[in-house]
């Protein structure tokens, strides 16, 4: 073992979660080592919608969304769509997933997630000014939008909470959304403004930032598909390719693909995709001045510095289907009726794998078969909202301190 002071680390995975882990553990004095198959950041990390969701903790596996699943599934353009033929696998993960939705500790787990979520906009000013990249944080408020008084009600409970836990979110009638954003279609009524969040502005972008300045502060990246995991004499080994790399602790952070990686050391973990898209428009050719989700179909626009993203859907298909042009379509029609009269000339076209555990907590703790070994992965929808604080966790856990926050729920003994 090196010196507690000084160990060396190796995390797998530089996607937003692995990289900021990674800069963590450096910034603390550890020689770490991160490894990814392709260029950092350019997983689910690089096409998400970029906001900082810090009151979006109501976890999804709720009695309010199986509720709403079997209507969404319905809808050609709605939020959720199943490959029938992907039914069958997935069967026993839904089933956990409806039971996670049944029990009777949502309050319990929701105030796990905002935990992790509460402080982002703030530890994401802290880390750009670190990395010199603060012009990619923007600190604003978000609109929640619906058609209907309907879809304005069922949201009601979710604000409830948010306010209760001392978020400011103000009720909008038409004439004050119309005020606020007049490039938004006159279909929708009604409108929740929720204040003090935040978002960025090109998140591929943040994640190069970070690299770049774990690099520029000793971190060592190595680029390479990890084929197998092991430990010999109380140090873990990694190998990747012909090369086989040492250090006395491990971080897997693989997003969606760290259940792969971790059957390798024999732990079998639940964890499946929901699959999400983006159609990027680099010339919307108009105006609208803050994040907006349209609340009844469940995506959002985002004002990223180069054009809008509108993104969204959950697609539930695995990680090996193609991407799916009907969702794309879907999107961009829904995109379209949003903003009437965006342009979607030259719009690109995304699909990224969001890790998800069917009751909607991540997993952030020490391997159950192996001390050395972190797991740093599933956090859904809020990877890029969580993943300040779960860097500091992962580095409590690395340098054996007891961790800020109380992380029980976060142990993967839960799904074993
Ligand atoms: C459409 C959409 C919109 C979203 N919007 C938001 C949002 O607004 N706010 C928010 O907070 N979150 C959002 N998310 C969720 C967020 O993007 C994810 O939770 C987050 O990016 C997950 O980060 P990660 O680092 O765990 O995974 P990833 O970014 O996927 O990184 C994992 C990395 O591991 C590497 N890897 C995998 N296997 C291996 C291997 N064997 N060897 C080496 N490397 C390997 C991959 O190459 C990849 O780079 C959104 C997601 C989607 C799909």
């Known amino acids: 073992m090196g010196d507690a002071r000084s160990l060396k680390v190796t995390v797998i995975g530089a996607g937003i979660i692995g990289v900021l882990s990674a800069l963590q553990l450096q910034r603390e004095g550890h020689q770490v080592t991160l490894i990814d198959a392709n260029k950092p950041g350019s997983g689910c990390s690089a096409g998400n919608a970029g906001i900082l969701a810090r009151s979006s903790f109501a976890p999804l596996s709720s009695p309010h969304s199986l509720l709403q699943a079997p209507g969404w599934l319905l809808k050609a353009n ?58 990619l944080i923007a600190r604003t408020d978000y609109l929640q939008v619906y058609r209907n008084k309907k879809g304005w009600r069922k949201a009601a409970g979710d604000m409830q909470w948010r306010r209760d836990l001392g978020f400011k979110i103000d009720d909008l009638d038409a004439p004050a959304l119309r005020l606020l954003e007049p490039a938004l279609s006159n279909a929708y009524q009604y409108a929740h403004l929720l204040r003090d969040h935040g978002y ?17 502060i000793g971190g060592k990246y190595v680029q390479g598909e990890v084929l197998d995991i092991g430990q010999l004499h109380h ?9 086989i790399l040492n250090s006395d602790k491990l971080v897997i952070a693989a997003g969606a693909f760290s259940a792969k990686l971790i059957k390798l050391t024999g732990v079998d973990i639940p964890l499946e995709t929901e699959r999400g898209y983006h159609v990027h428009c680099p010339e919307p050719q108009l105006n609208i001045s803050r994040p907006i989700m349209d609340g009844d179909l469940k995506f959002f626009v ?26 794309v379509a879907a999107l961009e029609k829904n995109a379209r009726q949003m903003l009437p009269g965006v342009n979607t000339k030259n719009a690109s076209y995304w699909l990224g794998f969001r890790p998800t555990l069917a009751d909607s907590l991540p997993v952030i703790c020490t391997a159950p078969d192996n001390p050395n070994l972190v797991y740093a992965f599933g956090h ?20 054996g301190r007891t961790p800020q926050l109380d992380i029980s729920r976060f142990a993967v003994q839960r799904l074993l």
Request: aromatic share 10%; hydrophobic share 45%.
């Open 380 to 399: 859904q929808h809020l990877g890029l909202t969580c993943a300040p604080m779960t860097a500091e966790l992962v580095a409590d856990l690395i340098s």
């Open 235 to 243: 140090r873990c080994q990694v190998t990747i390719d012909s090369e």
């Open 302 to 327: 985002t004002p990223m510095r180069s054009g809008y993203r509108f993104a969204g859907v959950v697609e539930f298909a695995g990680l090996d289907a193609p991407l799916n042009l009907r969702r």
């Open 200 to 216: 960025v502005k090109d998140p591929q972008a943040l994640v190069s930032a970070l690299f770049n300045k774990f690099c520029a």
């Open 78 to 135: 709605g939020p959720l769509s199943i490959n029938w033929r992907y039914l069958l696998r997935i069967l026993p993960w839904l089933l956990s997933y409806f039971n996670a939705g049944l029990r009777g500790d949502l309050r319990v787990r929701g105030e796990a997630l905002w935990q992790l979520t509460d402080q982002s906009v703030e530890m994401y000013q802290s880390l750009t000014a670190f990395a010199n990249c603060s012009e």
